[in-house]
């Protein structure tokens, strides 16, 4: 695991979980790319930081899969952000991270009007 990926995950620790209650927190990343070794060793960064800092942290990924998604027609893509909507809305997080330019571009606006922390 990389030094700058710890590096972010303890700044957004500190940012987004200062002041409230050092209970468990959900986070719910939206990765562009399949599962692999970037995906997990994002993921296993934020549970391992915050776990040191003394905050247990529920991560759950969601896979947008940009290369295939991106091709598609606006119709389709409608189908895929309802989708990717519906995990945000049942699973509630205290913190969203959209991780790669890909999957923000495409669902930013979604998210920032659930009115939930995200990065």
Not at 74 to 90: A, D, G, H, I, W
């Amino acid at each position: 695991m990389s030094l700058a990926i710890k590096v972010v995950c303890f700044a957004v620790a500190a940012f987004f979980f200062s002041g409230s209650a050092w209970a468990e927190k959900k986070v719910l990343i939206y990765h562009s790319y399949p599962p692999g070794e970037w995906v997990h060793g994002i993921n296993r960064s934020f549970e391992e930081t915050f776990g040191k800092l003394g905050v247990t942290v529920t991560v759950k990924s969601e896979v947008f899969h940009s290369e295939y998604w991106l091709n598609k027609k606006p119709t389709e893509q409608s189908t895929e952000r309802t989708r990717l909507l519906k995990v945000l809305n049942n699973e509630k997080p205290d913190l969203v991270l959209l991780c790669d330019d890909e999957v923000t571009d495409f669902i930013i606006q979604d998210v920032a009007a659930k009115n939930t922390q995200f990065l």
